[in-house]
Structure formats: structure tokens, C-alpha cells
């Protein structure tokens, strides 16, 4: 079955600085890749999507990769902020399945 | 507001007992989801339905019982409360499969089974 894992469980990093959270999957091929943001007692709420033919995606302050040789997505935010503290989620999938990362604990120190 | 909406928001319980959580969307999205998310903040889906027809039901005891009476309208009902059942519900929509627009999640219903 699919395997999908996030480089780590929480990252801190200061404020102003490029945050770079990555997402590795095994035993699939995904047709498209999603990430979300997850505030505490929230749900999440999606942020981009990048599909299986492009290599980059952005929106403001935010870029994602997708490398489908290495199996692999990155997601930065640069110029971080305090507000950009909350867990980040990766999604893979295609129509109307997506199977999620455990997500990382993003917090930016002020 | 357009919004995904779940109720209720906490749910305390007793092993047994049979509980319904519920989910409205008015969005005008056509598929509706449940997923789990369990205390690692893994997020696993459970059902999905398609104008008001099943169309994902992935390992999930069959104590869970998903009822859509309306493309609008998924709600879930567990009998038999078992403690492993203890998570956030989380109920989503999304437009087919249109995925540029990702799911839309709802607020999450946490429910405590003691």
C-alpha cells in the first residue's frame, strides 16, 4: 500500500527565514499532490495543488515541487511569519481520493 | 457563510452506546467525505459519496454507518462505541473531481468514548 512521510514532526526556524517542509511517498503515482494547513481544533484548509506533469507551483509566499522520480514534493514558505506557525499536511492522490501525511509541526519564532 | 458544517463539536460517550454525528455542506459540491484523525494527527479517510451514492468505503468496521439523504447532507452513525473509536471526525467536500480546488474540511467533531 502507498507510504507517504513527512521529513519531520515539528521544525522550528525564525522568523524572516525560508521554511521547507518535504513530503516522500513510496508504492504509488500519484496524479496530483496537495498540501493543507491544520490550525489546533481546526480543519485542515487547502493551500495548492501541483499536478503529476508540473514541476513548480506558486502563491504568494509559497512554492511547491513535485519531483515524481524521487517521489518527493517540497513546500516553502519564504518570509516566514509567526502567524505561519500551524501543521502542515501533504495529500496525494487523484480525483476524488487523496491520502494524507502524518504533517509537520511548523513553528516560526519571532 | 459557505461553509462545511459538523455537529456536534465534542462528543462524550460511554463504551456501547450508539452515536450520529452530522455534516452539511452548502457549497453546491457533489462528493462528501468522512475521515478520522486519530491522536498522531494521522488522517484517514473512511467514506466518500458521490450524489448521495457510495463510492469510497475503505476498511472501516461495519458499526459505522454512513447516510446521505441529500448531495448536501453526510451524516454518520457509529453504534457499538468501542474506546478505539476515540478521534476528531472530520467531514469534507470537494467538486468531483475537479482536485484544483482540494477539499473543503469541516471543523471536526471530537468524540471521547469512556
Known amino acids: 500500500s502507498q507510504k507517504i512521510e513527512q521529513n519531520s514532526e515539528a521544525l522550528n526556524i525564525q522568523e524572516g527565514k525560508t521554511a521547507t517542509l518535504t513530503c516522500n511517498y513510496t508504492?504509488?503515482?500519484?496524479?496530483?499532490l496537495q498540501w493543507y494547513r491544520q490550525d489546533p481544533g481546526r480543519g485542515p484548509v487547502f493551500l495548492l495543488l501541483?499536478?503529476?506533469?508540473?514541476k513548480e507551483k506558486r502563491k504568494e509566499r509559497l512554492k511547491v515541487t513535485f519531483d515524481t522520480t524521487l517521489k518527493q514534493s517540497l513546500f516553502h514558505i519564504t518570509a516566514s511569519q509567526p502567524a505561519d506557525s500551524a501543521t502542515y499536511l501533504c495529500a496525494l492522490g487523484g480525483g476524488n481520493q487523496f491520502y494524507f501525511g502524518t504533517g509537520t509541526s511548523l513553528t516560526v519564532i519571532p | 457563510d459557505t461553509a462545511v458544517s459538523q455537529t456536534p463539536k465534542y462528543l462524550v460517550t460511554q463504551m456501547g452506546n450508539d452515536k450520529s454525528i452530522k455534516c452539511e455542506q452548502n457549497?453546491?459540491?457533489?462528493?462528501m467525505y468522512w475521515y478520522k484523525q486519530d491522536s498522531k494527527k494521522f488522517l484517514k479517510i473512511m467514506f466518500s459519496?458521490?450524489?448521495?451514492?457510495?463510492?469510497i468505503n475503505e476498511t472501516v468496521p461495519n458499526r459505522f454507518s454512513p447516510k446521505s439523504p441529500d448531495k448536501a447532507h453526510l451524516n454518520l452513525h457509529i453504534n457499538s462505541l468501542e474506546l478505539g473509536d476515540s478521534a476528531v471526525y472530520f467531514c469534507?467536500?470537494?467538486?468531483?473531481?475537479?482536485?484544483?480546488?482540494?477539499?473543503?474540511f469541516g471543523s471536526g467533531t471530537r468524540l471521547t468514548v469512556v
Open positions: 501541483i499536478r503529476e506533469n508540473e
Open positions: 508504492n504509488y503515482s500519484p496524479a496530483y
Open positions: 459519496y458521490n450524489n448521495k451514492e457510495l463510492i
Open positions: 469534507a467536500s470537494s467538486q468531483g473531481d475537479r482536485a484544483n480546488y482540494g477539499y473543503t
Open positions: 457549497l453546491g459540491h457533489d462528493t
